[in-house]
């Protein structure tokens, strides 16, 4: 398996503009995640889902975030507008059964300018 | 929130040389997990610990728990370059609950 793959690795967009963050979990993993990473907050937990079904979106920031998990080998995170705090390395995890370690993806670095 | 605090932050050391950080958290909890991550990469899983072990072993890492504190420490052995990198805990409290990192540990090994 090639691992939990993320694109883009790198995204800088304007303030104001959509942003959409992708996703592809390890085949056969249950529970997928989106964490965000900055400096000051280190990493959050926005979102997660188990079999498609999002479980827990009380770390979404504001509205201005949705995810969706149309199908099982398939998310994304999106921001709509974006905003220059937004700017951080957003993660997306994998895992079977919730009680097993988290494959990460490589991330997504936003800046928004 | 933050439920591990890793301790301490930031941490120097020579090749060859052992590397311990520690890691204390405040609820109970299911598991603690162990992650890796090098600069401008994503989070590696190092070891898992239940919450009914005390000791676990992988390779060079020496993860151990104590519940009664609220704490878990990782010793690297013989610490080399290549593991440069910062050290996240982390915790599940319960049934499939998502994990909660604390800040990390930088630990920086000098050839």
């Known amino acids: 398996d090639a691992g939990v793959i993320q694109s883009p690795r790198h995204e800088v967009t304007e303030m104001g503009q959509e942003v959409t963050l992708r996703c592809k979990p390890i085949s056969g993993h249950d529970y997928l995640f989106w964490y965000r990473q900055t400096m000051m907050r280190g990493l959050e937990l926005l979102i997660y889902f188990n079999n498609n079904v999002p479980i827990d979106d009380s770390g979404m920031p504001e509205d201005r975030f949705s995810a969706k998990m149309p199908n099982a080998s398939f998310s994304t995170l999106k921001i709509q507008p974006s905003e220059p705090r937004d700017s951080a390395v957003y993660f997306c995890?994998?895992?079977?059964?919730?009680?097993?370690?988290?494959?990460f993806g490589s991330g997504t670095r936003l800046t928004v300018v | 929130s933050q439920q591990g605090e890793e301790d301490p932050q930031a941490l120097s050391i020579q090749e060859g040389e052992n590397a311990t950080m520690n890691c204390s958290y405040k609820?109970?909890?299911?598991?603690l997990q162990w992650y890796r991550q090098n600069s401008g990469r994503g989070l590696v899983h190092l070891i898992l610990i239940r919450s009914n072990e005390r000791e676990k072993h992988s390779g060079r890492l020496r993860v151990t728990l104590d519940t009664s504190k609220k704490s878990s420490s990782l010793l690297i052995t013989a610490s080399r370059a290549a593991d440069t990198a910062s050290y996240f805990c982390?915790?599940?409290?319960?049934?499939?609950?998502?994990?909660?990192f604390g800040k990390g540990t930088r630990l920086s090994v000098i050839a």
């Open positions: 609820t109970s909890i299911n598991n």
């Open positions: 995890a994998s895992t079977y059964r919730g009680l097993y370690g988290y494959t």
């Open positions: 982390a915790t599940v409290e319960s049934g499939n609950t998502p994990l909660v």
